[in-house]
């Protein structure tokens, strides 16, 4: 995982993206259809139409980074067209990314005991 800098926020383009796009395409998507600075050194993620696949671009204020990943089993949580771009913490990033329900994560064992 990237290391997120304090004030950076993670926006989620609602829908689906053609995966075959790279950092300039994705970057012109966020201008003019999330109306947001790609430069401004937050992140931007976006879905492939099977789910399966996650891009996100960040400019780090020296270069830009198109990081990308991909499921082997499961589809990454996302929110419906209808709710336009989304905001979620980095924690929440960390759980999109790990293929766990970011908007409700569950806990799945908790010890009973010490020792």
């Known amino acids: ?32 259809v999330l ?7 937050h992140l931007f993620c976006f879905r492939g139409r099977r789910g399966d696949l996650l891009k996100v671009i960040w400019h780090d204020g020296q270069g830009a980074c198109l990081f990308t990943k991909r499921l082997e089993r499961g589809r990454f949580i996302w929110p419906s067209p209808a709710d336009g771009a989304v905001t979620i913490s980095a924690a ?24």
């Not at 304090?6 to 966020?30: C, E, I, N, Y």
């Not at 109306?35 to 050194?41: E, H, I, T």
């Not at 929440?92 to 020792?115: A, K």
């Open 1 to 32: 995982m990237i290391p997120i800098p304090s004030g950076v926020r993670v926006w989620l383009a609602t829908g689906h993206t053609d995966m075959r796009k790279g950092f300039p395409s994705l970057a012109l998507q966020v201008q003019e």
């Open 92 to 115: 929440q990033l960390g759980y999109l990314l790990s293929g766990i329900d970011w908007r409700n994560p569950q806990e799945t064992w908790r010890p009973t005991s010490v020792g």
């Open 35 to 41: 109306k947001r600075d790609p430069l401004s050194g």
